[in-house]
């Protein structure tokens, strides 16, 4: 993956920098003397993915946490962590049913728990084909996507479900979308990582048992989706309730 710095109004490319293992996308630019204002676009090029974003001066150091360990890990004799960086992208659907969530099932580590729709992207597919799909599959709807709205990286040691031991960095797209047409939600893709799908009102949205990482970056990004919400006239209200969804 290759992180490209977008500084001033003319488009200025100020560094190209090919993302390290374990590396925060956001700040990579630090070592260069700009800090992250906001994502731009993401795209394949190639047999890579280049994320490119919105920058400006800054005299901050650069950081780099070490990877969390799983409290519970144990080592076998000769056994090492394999290294994985993984990149997905994922999107926050909204419709007038509310927030499209998806339940993770028991293939993943955190069973029970939900999340946003998405997933990985196959080799030489295009980060906005591969959240469309994965939308599909793990919900069975169609979404017309808007902006790049974040990136989130994560870094831990742990031991997959799989029962490999992974050193495992994970890169998280974070698109908007919203679905025109919203239907009760169909796990396509069954026996994989979703364990169901379902429409959330936003105005509840802090009810649903969420992960820590997505409880905490919704709280970021859906204070004006709810806001917005609010503002619908009552006559409108009506085409939101799921029990009316076809």
């Known amino acids: 993956m290759r992180i490209i710095g977008i500084g001033g109004h003319d488009g200025t490319v100020v560094f190209d920098h090919p993302l390290g293992h374990g590396e925060d996308p956001t700040q990579a630019g630090l070592r260069y003397g700009y800090r992250t204002m906001r994502p731009l676009t993401v795209r394949r090029a190639g047999s890579d993915i280049e994320l490119s974003l919105s920058v400006e001066s800054s005299d901050e150091l650069p950081r780099q946490r070490p990877p969390e360990l799983d409290a519970d890990l144990v080592l076998g ?22 927030l499209l969530a998806t339940e993770y099932s028991d293939r993943t580590g955190v069973p029970g728990l939900w999340g946003l ?31 790049l709205v974040g990136v989130v990286s994560g870094h831990w040691i742990g031991r997959s479900p799989h029962g490999q031991v992974e050193d495992f960095h994970a890169v998280r ?36 048992p969420w992960t820590v990482g997505w409880r905490d970056l919704l709280g970021t990004w859906l204070p004006d989706e709810v806001q917005s919400a609010e503002e ?3 006559a409108d209200r009506d085409s939101a309730d799921l029990d009316n969804a076809t």
């Open 77 to 98: 004799p000769d056994e090492n962590p394999r290294i994985h960086q993984r990149v997905a992208a994922y999107a926050v659907v909204t419709s007038t049913l509310g």
């Open 117 to 147: 729709p998405g997933g990985g992207i196959d080799a030489g597919e295009d980060p906005a084909t591969a959240v469309v799909r994965e939308i599909l599959e793990e919900s069975n709807q169609t979404v017309k996507l808007g902006d």
């Open 173 to 208: 797209l974070i698109y908007a979308a919203r679905c025109a047409e919203p239907t009760t939600p169909e796990v396509i893709d069954v026996g994989g990582t979703t364990e169901s799908a379902r429409w959330v009102p936003l105005a509840d949205w802090t009810t649903v």
């Open 232 to 234: 619908v006239q009552p």
